[in-house]
């Protein structure tokens, strides 16, 4: 009768490592909401008090200048971990 071959035991391989987990910077919060609050408040002055007199110089460009804080306050939510 043929001898049956030995099985070698695999040697043993650690699982690997998990990957560290990328953490936000702590001013990201805060200067994404700051962002948004800025540019909501922008706007909604700019149709509450349209007199004010930095604001009725800038005329539409007023709408502008709040959708800029509120699309930078949506970018860094882009990177919020």
Known sequence: ???SKVRKKAVYTPPPKPKQVKVSPR???PT????WII???WIA?????P???FIDDLGN??????FA???FGVVLSTRWR
């Open 45 to 49: 002055v700019y149709y509450v008090a």
């Open 39 to 41: 540019g909501v408040l």
């Open 27 to 29: 001013w990201l919060a």
């Open 51 to 53: 007199t004010t007199p």
């Open 61 to 66: 460009w007023n709408l502008a200048i709040g």
């Open 1 to 3: 009768m043929p001898k």
């Open 69 to 71: 804080f509120i699309i």
């Open 32 to 35: 994404m909401v700051t962002a």
